[in-house]
Each structure stands twice: as structure tokens, then as C-alpha cells.
């Protein structure tokens, strides 16, 4: 044998080696030593196959920037008070623009000598009198408010994170993608629905004091006093099983937030046999809680959970030991999530779901199987129709197609490329065109065959004269897949990724693998008249 | 086995003038339906809404479900049989943002109700807010129109300019052919379906290119032979090779259109009607615009001089 050919002989050997060692954990996983399970990958089945939910959540970062505005407005307003300037009122005006209303001119430059000292953040804008007041907005800088954005969607990928890890998944994903958007997989989850409750759950937690004088009822009619707000209270009828809501009137102020809290646990109340959540603090936050429960003893605390009061319990005594727990109307479910919830850490910035895909585990192998009876199924006509049109050398072809389906699996193992659905379609497809190069090159050999070539020569002439053709036509295909691998998602990209891994295993096993069977028969034997 | 003799010599190029007429009839059709029903019959990925697969135990009608979600009052509910063994129903509905979350739970809720727990199993779910679904549509676009650019580019290098005309009005002519089709027989596009349009447009270039191949190989191989007379001997001498592979490709997606289920099958159906129509224009889209290049440049040389 040509050394040639041994050498190229050798390469092929060598790929469907490597091919075979990886595959090999996807097709016998059951009879393989533990080092070569750990060396090579299964093929890695994307959610519609194996079932499982993939979401997109879209954080509402802007939510973010106005909490942090109206954190500077009671800051402000206690600042101010403290310097004895005196000021009607500070709000805050859409997203990122906070109003200070002064009563006379002097204090307003006052006030604004002293923001852009300790305050540069803020922007001065235009100021304005209205019926004897003299009013002034700021605006938060276009670069904090991006800080601030971006924090939000970080912090929330990190929080989900937290709280995805509760769900004992053993692969999710998590990615933040574009600017406020967040991919989340769960193959294999159990119960969606519980899964897009928690992970939308904002989870801010809030003490605030009740306001007492207020009559509730009134409120919910409209008259609501400034600096208080109206909220409802959850009653759980266990019974029955019914939510009910009654409103609560509670100040503006939030005297202390879920921040603090150090770890969240649900426990039984042996006495009613109810959940309830006990929760540590931080030193921080146990500092904070006994000197706000020693200035308020007697009085009413609620306790706000995303805008929904769990319980406001009266303040018997100072609560020095760092611990506080919220008992009221959840299930032992809601209470376990809410555990969850609080320790994993609040969302900067409530989230919502903006894509949500789920598919049962029973059609994801219903797909699997379809699929493959494509596969197989259209892999067995193109081999039928290869051989009854080329003969001989249709059995060749067959050979590089049989290769490429191996190589192709391969190397989706090996790149830890996801199989999804479209990507078996694509398998289908890339079936349909890989014969394409044997095509040409055969079609070329008939035409040389016909002017009178022998058959080395109309060989080399097939080969070499095909080639440029078929990598342009292969590239063109390929700028098609990498597009749509670029702009594809999920499922989408599963076919780009089997489209292009496709046209390159095919470039291979239909020019080179080909060529060396053709060489080593011309080799071996007279060929006086090929089949083809 | 040979189907096509070596000697073929059917004049492509002379049938050109029927063949753009029924190119221009046939995507006039298809557009023609897209304006009468108001743009293209968009799937929930793009326009947003709530898709369910249900498959249940006992034999049931669209109608009795349509009568378990009455209660329900969804906007624009679709029930359509699916296709496939057993009893399973595609259920769609439109709904706003805020009502899409746990829209699938209160239908699921409903369907147990009157069908009995158990009698019936959440198969799929889809949810795709309004605006992911305006984005995922412009991405979508936007993926078709780069696909075109960077294969306007290719080809202008690898061969001549107008050859990259040709190509990219051949591939417009597949896709806008192929959703033309879509809009007739009331098939929706969602993402699958996309990224069935750029197979179409990666495999119809493939087989342009070929064409275009062998035209740039056989120019000015024989004196004074016209390039009509080229572009005819060079679609005739790829064309076993056209029919072989188009044929081969026309059977795994047929397979996969028949055996592949319901899922992907407007995605098998996309490819099947895109190759078969990349196939045809190769030959009498592609090539002939070549020749109509030629001509109007000529023209203008001569207006000019």
C-alpha cells in the first residue's frame, strides 16, 4: 500500500475512534467503566426532548431606580429637617426626577448648594413658582441610573440563582441576555406552576407601622391621609380554603426590610398546628428591630410581604434576642416557599415572565421517537436511491453517509451541543445533502468517464474538478446556519448547530473518506470499468 | 441508472418569459392572500398568547371542550384536533400580557372540572408575552436579512456581482413564494418556521451556486458561443445532478413531514415547498437574471454612447 493512503487510512481510523469512545456513553451507558463516563459526555437532550420548562424574565430595572428615588426623598426629607430648612414637601416625579417644594427662594438655593456638595448624583433642573412656592426638580444622572439598572438585573440573576439551586434540578440554567432580560431552564421539573410562583416572587419584605387612627374602610373609599397608604390584609380560612382581604391603613415608612434578615425557616405552631416563618436577623438588623420595638410597644406592626400584609401583630415588649416570626394564613407549601423566598434574598426589581415554554416529559419522548423514525426512515431511502443510481459506487457513498451520521453525533457529544427537535430535523435534512458532494463528484466522473477518460484518471479529474464546487456551495449553507445560530434561541439553534456541525462532517466523510476507498480498490485491483 | 441522458439539451433559457410568469402568478397569489387576510397567520411566537397540548383518555370533540372553557370567556380560543394517535387538542388563546400568567392553570382547572381529574394530561405549554413575541418576530426578520447580506457578499466575491443579484432575487423568490404558500392553505409561522426559511435560503443557494458554477466554468470555452447559449448547456449539464439531490433531499423531508409528528410538521412542510421551489428557481429564476443583467446593461451603454 501507498503511503498515502496508509497515512489517510489511518486519519479516518483514528476519528472514528475518538468518534466511537464518545458516543459510546450515550448509546451503552450501562456498560462502561466510571473513567470513560467521565471522560465523554452524553449527548446533552435539549427541554423539548427531555421535558422541562424554559423561561424568559424580563426585570423591571426601572422599578429599581424609582424605590432608590424614593429612598433619597425620605432621606432627604430627614436631612433637611435636620438642618432646619424648611421645605412644604420632596416627591418624587416619574422614574428618576425627585421636586423639592420650598416655601421662599433663599432656602431653595440653600438646599441646592448643598445637593451639589453631597449629592452630585443629582441634576438641577429648571425651577418653577407655583401660587407663592418655589419648586425645584433634580435628576438622578443618566450614568447612576444605568448603575443602578444594571445592578438590579445582576442582583436579580443572582437571587434567582439562590433560588433555582432550592429546586434540586441537575442542570439548570441561568443567563442574563440582552440588557433586563433573564434565561431560566429547568429540565425535568415537577411543578411549573410552583416554580414560575417562586421565582417571580419579588420577596420584599417590609415592617411598617399600622396607622391606627385611620378607619380602613374610609381609606378604601379614597380618603387617605399623606404618608400612609392603603394595604390588604390575607386571611387564610383553612377550611375552607378561601382567601380573604381586609384592608389596612399602614404608614409610608418602612421601618425595617427583609435585607437584614440573616435565615428563614418554617416551623410548626405545636399549639394550632399551623406553619409559621421564624426568622433570624443580622447583627445589623437585631440592632434595628430592638430599638424600633422598644420605641413602639403597644402599637401595631405590619408585616408586608410584596405589598400583601401576612399579619400586624401588637409590639408587647421590646424584642431584643435578633429574632422575629410571621405567622398567619399560608399553607405549609406557601410558608416552605416563602422561606425560600426571604433567605434566597428579595429581587431588586419585580420580575415578569415574558416567555414561558413547557413540555411534559411523556412528549419529549414521543418526540425523541418520531424523530429517529425520521432519521432512520429517510437515512434508508437515500441509501436505497444512492445505490440503485450509482451502482457500485452508490455503496460508497452510502459508506460516507453512514460515517457522517456517526461523525455528526460525535461531534455534537464532544462540542456539548444541545439535541432538540429541530435539531433531529436538521439531522434529517443534513441526511438529504450530505450525498450532495458524492453527487457531484460522481456526475463529474460520468462526464470525464464518457470523453474517453480511463478510470484513475476520470477519478482524479471527479475529485479535483468538483471540489472548489462543493465548498462553495457548502459555505453558502454554512453562512444560513451560523445566522441563524446567532439570532436562533432554544430549540431554534438546536437545527443550526446539527445544519452546520452537519455540512463539515459531511465535507469529510463525502471528499476524503470516499476518495480513500476509491483509491485503495484502484490500488488493490484491476478496475477495468467502474460502476457508477 | 441514469434519468437523465448525457446528451439532454432542453431549452430552459428560451422558456424563460412562461417561467417568470408563473413565478410573478404564483407570488402574486400568495401575496394577494397575505393583504386579504391582513399579513401573515402568525403563531404564538410572534404574535404573542398561550398554545396548550392536551391529550385526553376518553374520546372528546372541540366542541365539548369549547363548552368545559365557556366559563373562561379567553379571547380568540382556537381548539383544533392534533395531529397524531389518541385524542390530543392544540388549544390557543390570545390574551394580554397580565392574563397570560397561570392562564394555563385556570384552563387546565377548567378542563378537569368538567372532564374529571386525571382524564387528561398537560402534553405542552407556550406562553409568549406581546412583547417578546414583537422581538422574537423582528430578530426573526432581521436573522432572514442578514442571511442575505453575508451571501450578497460571499458570492459577489467568489464570483461576479450580477451573480449575486441573481442569487438573492432567486432566494426572495423562494421565501416570498414559500410564505405566499403559507398564507394560502392558512399555515402559521412561528420561530421553527424561520428557521425552516433559512434552510431554504442556505439549500436554494447551494443549488444556484452550482448552476453559476459550472456557467463561470464553460464561459469562454468554446469561441464565440452566446452566453444564452452557455447559461442553457451549463443548466443542462447539472441538471442530473440537480434532480438527484433535490431528489434525495425532497425524500428525508417528506419522511420527516410524515413520520416526524406534529411538532415540527409546518417546519417539514416549510422545507418541503422551499426546496422544492429553490429547486425551480435555480434554474428559471437565477440563471435568467444573468441574462436580463446582461441585457439592460447593454442597453445602457448603448443609451450612453
Redesign the interface.
Known amino acids: 500500500m501507498s503511503k498515502s493512503i496508509v497515512m489517510r487510512g489511518g486519519v479516518v481510523a483514528g476519528c472514528l475512534l475518538l468518534a466511537l469512545l464518545a458516543l459510546a456513553p450515550t448509546f451503552v451507558p450501562d456498560r462502561l467503566p466510571a473513567w470513560w463516563k467521565k471522560a465523554f459526555d452524553p449527548i446533552h437532550l435539549g427541554l423539548?426532548l427531555q421535558g422541562g420548562m424554559h423561561l424568559?424574565l424580563?426585570v423591571e430595572a426601572e422599578k429599581a431606580v424609582e424605590s432608590r428615588v424614593d429612598s433619597l426623598v425620605g432621606q432627604l426629607e430627614a436631612e433637611l429637617q435636620s438642618r432646619e430648612l424648611v421645605v412644604r414637601r420632596v416627591e418624587r416625579i416619574g422614574e428618576s426626577q425627585l421636586k423639592i417644594v420650598a416655601y421662599e427662594e433663599d432656602t431653595v438655593r440653600q438646599i441646592d448648594e448643598w445637593l451639589s456638595a453631597n449629592y452630585p448624583d443629582l441634576e438641577p433642573q429648571a425651577g418653577e413658582t407655583v401660587d407663592g412656592a418655589v419648586a425645584k426638580s433634580y435628576r438622578l444622572s443618566s450614568r447612576t441610573v444605568e448603575t443602578i439598572k444594571s445592578n438590579a438585573v445582576r442582583q436579580a440573576v443572582e437571587t434567582l440563582r439562590n433560588r433555582v439551586d432550592q429546586f434540586g434540578l441537575s442542570e439548570p440554567v441561568l443567563q442574563r441576555q440582552g440588557e433586563d432580560r433573564i434565561l431560566v431552564q429547568l429540565p425535568g421539573v415537577k411543578d411549573?406552576?410552583r416554580a414560575?410562583a417562586l421565582l417571580?416572587k419579588t420577596a420584599r419584605l417590609e415592617f411598617k407601622l399600622v396607622a391606627e387612627q385611620v378607619d380602613p374602610m374610609e381609606a378604601a373609599r379614597g380618603m387617605l391621609p399623606p404618608g400612609t397608604q392603603l394595604l390588604y390584609e390575607r386571611q387564610l380560612n383553612r377550611r375552607s380554603g378561601a382567601v380573604a382581604q381586609t384592608p389596612i391603613v399602614v404608614y409610608d415608612q418602612t421601618v425595617l426590610t427583609g435585607d437584614l434578615i440573616a435565615d428563614a425557616q418554617v416551623r410548626i405552631d405545636p399549639r394550632f398546628n399551623e406553619p409559621y416563618i421564624s426568622l433570624d436577623f443580622n447583627a445589623l438588623g437585631a440592632k434595628s428591630f430592638d430599638r424600633i420595638t422598644g420605641a413602639n410597644v403597644g402599637r401595631r406592626m405590619a408585616i408586608v410581604l410584596d405589598d400583601t400584609v401576612y399579619s400586624a401583630p401588637v409590639i408587647r415588649e421590646r424584642i431584643s434576642g435578633g429574632s422575629a416570626q410571621i405567622t398567619g394564613s399560608f399553607s405549609e407549601q406557601e410558608a416552605a416557599d416563602l422561606a425560600i423566598a426571604l433567605r434566597a434574598g428579595s429581587l431588586p426589581a419585580p420580575v415578569?415572565?415574558?416567555?414561558?415554554?413547557?413540555?411534559?416529559p411523556?412528549?419529549g419522548m414521543?418526540?425523541i421517537k418520531?424523530?429517529m423514525?425520521?432519521v432512520i426512515?429517510?437515512?434508508l431511502?437515500?441509501v436505497l436511491?444512492?445505490a440503485?443510481?450509482?451502482?457500485v459506487s452508490g455503496l460508497v457513498a452510502n459508506l460516507a453517509l453512514v460515517l457522517n451520521m456517526v461523525f455528526l453525533l460525535a461531534l455534537l457529544s464532544l462540542f456539548k451541543a444541545t439535541l432538540t427537535?429541530?435539531g433531529i430535523?436538521?439531522i434529517?435534512?443534513t441526511?438529504?445533502?450530505a450525498?450532495?458532494a458524492n453527487?457531484?463528484i460522481y456526475?463529474r466522473i460520468?462526464?470525464e468517464l464518457?470523453n474517453g477518460m480511463s478510470v484513475r484518471a476520470a477519478i482524479d479529474a471527479g475529485y479535483s474538478k468538483a471540489f472548489?464546487?462543493i465548498i462553495?456551495?457548502?459555505?453558502?449553507?454554512?453562512?444560513?446556519?451560523?445566522?441563524?445560530f446567532?439570532?436562533?434561541?432554544g430549540?431554534?439553534k438546536g437545527?443550526?448547530v446539527t445544519?452546520s456541525i452537519g455540512i463539515a462532517s459531511s465535507l469529510f466523510t463525502a471528499v476524503f473518506v470516499s476518495r480513500l476507498v476509491f483509491d485503495l480498490v484502484l490500488e488493490r485491483f484491476q478496475v477495468k470499468r467502474l460502476r457508477i | 441508472m441514469q434519468i437523465i441522458k448525457p446528451d439532454i439539451n432542453i431549452d430552459f433559457v428560451g422558456k424563460k418569459g412562461l417561467a417568470i410568469v408563473l413565478s410573478l402568478v404564483l407570488i402574486l397569489a400568495g401575496l394577494v392572500s397575505l393583504v386579504a387576510k391582513g399579513g401573515p397567520r402568525y403563531g404564538i411566537d410572534f404574535a404573542g398568547g398561550t398554545l396548550i397540548q392536551v391529550k385526553f383518555n376518553q374520546p372528546t370533540d372541540a366542541a365539548t371542550i369549547r363548552g368545559a372553557l365557556a366559563p373562561l370567556n379567553l379571547r380568540g380560543l382556537t381548539v383544533q384536533r392534533f395531529e397524531g394517535e389518541g385524542d390530543e387538542f392544540l388549544l390557543r388563546a390570545q390574551e394580554s400580557s397580565a392574563a397570560l400568567e397561570g392562564l394555563s392553570h385556570r384552563i387546565t382547572e377548567a378542563l378537569e372540572g368538567s372532564f374529571g381529574e386525571g382524564q387528561l394530561e398537560l402534553r405542552r405549554m407556550e406562553m409568549v408575552g406581546p412583547q417578546a413575541g414583537r422581538e422574537l418576530r423582528n430578530r426573526g426578520l432581521l436573522a432572514v436579512l442578514y442571511a442575505m447580506i453575508g451571501i450578497l457578499i460571499y458570492v459577489s466575491w467568489r464570483f461576479k456581482f450580477r451573480f449575486a443579484v441573481g442569487a438573492i432575487l432567486a432566494l426572495l423568490h423562494d421565501v416570498l413564494f414559500t410564505v405566499g404558500i403559507f398564507s394560502l392553505l392558512n399555515k402559521e409561522i412561528d420561530l421553527p418556521v424561520i428557521a425552516a426559511f433559512l434552510g431554504i435560503v442556505g439549500y436554494s443557494l447551494n443549488d444556484t451556486i452550482i448552476v453559476y458554477d459550472r456557467i463561470r466554468e464553460n464561459t469562454g470555452k468554446i469561441e464565440k458561443e452566446s452566453f444564452p447559449s452557455v447559461i442553457n448547456r451549463s443548466i443542462n449539464e447539472t441538471l442530473s445532478r440537480t434532480i438527484m439531490t433535490s431528489g434525495t433531499t425532497l425524500l428525508v423531508v417528506l419522511a420527516l413531514l410524515i413520520f416526524g409528528g406534529g411538532v415540527i410538521q409546518n417546519f417539514a412542510l416549510a422545507l418541503f415547498i422551499g426546496i422544492m421551489v429553490g429547486t425551480y428557481s435555480s434554474v428559471f429564476v437565477a440563471s435568467p437574471v444573468l441574462l436580463y443583467w446582461d441585457e439592460y446593461r447593454a442597453r445602457r451603454r448603448g443609451a450612453k454612447g
Open positions: 423539548d424568559v424580563g411549573p406552576k414560575v417571580g415578569k415572565v415574558l416567555e414561558d415554554r413547557t413540555v411534559g411523556s412528549l414521543d418526540s418520531q424523530g423514525t425520521s426512515i429517510g437515512g431511502l437515500v436511491a444512492m440503485l443510481y450509482y451502482n427537535l429541530p430535523a436538521g434529517v435534512l441526511l438529504g445533502m450525498v450532495d453527487v457531484l456526475e460520468r462526464e464518457r472548489l464546487t462553495d456551495a457548502n459555505i453558502t449553507t454554512f453562512i444560513a446556519a451560523l445566522v441563524l446567532q439570532f436562533g434561541t430549540p431554534v437545527f443550526a445544519l
